[in-house]
């Protein structure tokens, strides 16, 4: 029962009005933190004048999972492919304790001083793993994070490999279009990262320490047969016999592949990151590789092979995924998968099953 | 003009009427030849009595390409899947040169005085590479190949991987109906075959040889990583200490690994295939292995996840292949990679695309 016109004859427990909750948020800064949505043109306007900030914004899209970011981030790529393609694309990869980070740094200070400008991208596809890349912690490059002409992106967020991979190729066409001449793709190395590195970079880098005699068994054989040039770090002080050890070691062990496929011979140097010895000597090897096949056509080349390969990849994730959110797939998948444990069906009358399932559920659909 | 009725009359040069061409084929043959097409029931039943010829021309039917033949194949194997699963699978694999058709001889020889039935089958999905197989040239096991409680049977003819690899499963299911309780998956053990006949095996045997010092560097890690047993060959006469001293190279190598998901920890042990010494030993390691397996149930464990692992892979075969068949797919494909090559459009946008005309193909076609 209640009486409201009443309410003041109650006499027991009394319950003040109080005051209303303090905002936790200053209602007045809402105005100031929500911006304006550009437009595709705009973020493409930004991007060509090499606005680092709307760079940024656009590579958040990119790396999206929403609908209608993702719409126009394409949007935005697609208006910036015209003005891509024109940085050299080199990608480093190292096991933990290389010192990539300490390298990247200062091969980026070197390039900066060559008048380059310079983005430094990664693929990490675990999360898990993230620990080990330099990018997890952008501080760790001290020096090149302080620059102007430099832009340091870590990996897009955890997801799979091929969805991590496409963000960073995609986030590359936007740098170029944004006037970075070059481009570095770190990966910690873990895993099969190396590969789609390798296929969106011009030139692949590894780094190496001379160690206790396990050199060659530290990575694995498809690693080495990857890389156009390879480097042992930590050629300083006692250490410089080691290194160069290393190196002959090394270089003993590239005899033993098949000739590349762009007729470069890989190269093998000793450097020192923490102490800025031979740095120069890497980036005359890199520039010879660059002059070296872009005479004999295999730069263009590998970019169209690139190109290619990259249309084949997203066409069969694509295609997976829009299976497997197949309603009338999704809805059946288990049961199916419980008639192959049973050894009721095989795996293939399985497959072929949710094959007429999907291309039923679609012709019925429209 | 013509004459026909003065045909007679013309006096030039003369065509003669000769004589009819003379049949290059005997026209009595084909009765003979043409054997009368089995109905699926009748394979089955032929195959549940361990009739090895049967089992042949149906093992062809599985391998066959054509449509009608792989109608009636997955017919007998749905048919034979209840009396399927009984055999110990055992994967070998091995670099050229390591002995594996003497191995597969005496090792079958040794299975079958304990009275039991063998399936020599193989995955060897590079016709290139099948000089290296030792089932390109089935002759080369001697002694097995007279048995009759032996059926060998070469890879399916070149192909993909996953194609080569179902058949070399279904095969599998026929062999195990027809009665064979062991049967060898054989692979040369060049590529990603291993991962193929790993995923259809209980156990996989690695044959290596003492060599050169390079043990370790002439295998993959990975395959190291899969096998659950390796065994050293040529362990007779000077060369006794030299297999040794592999073995202990192997096992402490093996160290080095993370724990198997079996609990089983993989032996290495030291054999002569050619005098036939030490056999008797893997086999007391591989039933060991069975026993323990069984046991704590990853035998079953793994044969699950096996038919699972081969339902997804089938999936993806098959939509692969309905997609890239589609006639509106096919008949833009070649146009929208030449629009990538040029960077008017990403790879992910000629993807959606492509995955568009697909999907409205299917819907319209209805």
Not at 33 to 51: D, F, S
Not at 111 to 119: D, E, I, P, S, T
Not at 187 to 206: I, P, R
Not at 232 to 255: C, E, P, T, W, Y
């Given at each position: 029962?209640?009486?409201?016109?009443?309410?003041?004859?109650?006499?027991?427990?009394?319950?003040?009005?109080?005051?209303?909750?303090v905002p936790t948020v200053n209602p007045y800064l809402k105005k100031?933190?929500?911006?304006?949505?550009?437009?595709?043109?705009?973020?493409?306007?930004?991007?060509?004048?090499?606005?680092?900030?709307?760079l940024s914004q656009a590579v958040t899209l990119v790396e999206s999972a929403k609908h209608e970011h993702q719409q126009i981030a394409q949007?935005?790529?697609?208006?910036?492919?015209?003005?891509?393609?024109k940085s050299m694309r080199i990608g480093i990869t190292g096991v933990p304790g290389a010192g990539k980070s300490t390298s990247i740094d200062v091969?980026?200070?070197?390039?900066?001083?060559?008048?380059?400008?310079?983005?430094?991208?990664?693929?990490?596809?675990?999360?898990?793993?993230?620990?080990?890349?330099?990018?997890?912690?952008k501080t760790r490059m001290e020096t090149l994070s302080r620059e102007k002409d430099a832009f340091i992106r870590p990996s897009p967020s955890a997801g799979s490999l091929g969805g991590v991979a496409r963000k960073t190729r995609e986030t590359i066409i936007l740098c170029e279009a944004a006037g970075f001449d070059t481009?570095?793709?770190?990966?910690?190395?873990?895993?099969?990262?190396?590969?789609?590195?390798?296929?969106?970079?011009?030139?692949?880098?590894?780094?190496?320490?001379?160690?206790?005699?396990?050199?060659l068994q530290g990575i694995k054989r498809g690693i080495m047969e990857m890389a156009d040039g390879i480097i042992?770090?930590?050629?300083?002080?006692?250490?410089?016999?080691?290194?160069?050890?290393?190196?002959?070691?090394?270089?003993?062990?590239?005899?033993l592949f098949p000739p590349t496929e762009s007729g470069w011979t890989p190269k093998v140097l000793t450097y020192s990151g923490y102490y800025n010895i031979g740095v120069k000597e890497i980036w005359d090897m890199i520039d010879?590789?660059?002059?070296?096949?872009?005479?004999?056509?295999?730069?263009?080349?590998?970019?169209r092979e690139q190109a290619k390969y990259w249309m084949y990849e997203s066409i069969n994730d694509t295609l997976r995924d829009t299976f497997?959110?197949?309603?009338?797939?999704?809805?059946?998948?288990?049961?199916?998968?419980?008639?192959?444990?049973?050894?009721?069906?095989?795996?293939?009358?399985a497959a072929k099953r949710m094959m007429d399932l999907f291309l039923g559920d679609i012709s019925s659909s429209k």
């Open positions: 029962m209640e009486h409201p016109e009443n309410d003041d004859l109650y006499k027991g427990l009394k319950v003040n009005k109080g005051i209303v909750d100031r933190v929500q911006r304006r949505q550009y437009t595709p043109a705009e973020y493409v306007e930004g991007i060509l004048k090499g606005n680092i900030t709307i949007e935005i790529i697609e208006k910036c492919l015209p003005y891509a393609g091969f980026g200070m070197h390039l900066l001083k060559k008048g380059h400008k310079l983005a430094v991208l990664a693929i990490d596809p675990s999360s898990e793993r993230s620990k080990g890349s330099i990018l997890g912690d481009v570095f793709v770190e990966t910690v190395g873990v895993g099969q990262s190396e590969t789609a590195v390798h296929s969106m970079v011009d030139f692949f880098l590894l780094i190496q320490l001379a160690g206790t005699g396990d050199e042992i770090n930590k050629a300083d002080g006692d250490n410089v016999d080691k290194a160069q050890m290393a190196a002959s070691q090394f270089r003993n062990a590239l005899h010879e590789y660059m002059a070296f096949t872009k005479k004999n056509g295999y730069f263009e080349y590998k970019r497997y959110n197949n309603p009338a797939v999704s809805s059946m998948l288990n049961q199916t998968e419980q008639q192959v444990l049973q050894n009721e069906i095989t795996p293939f009358v």
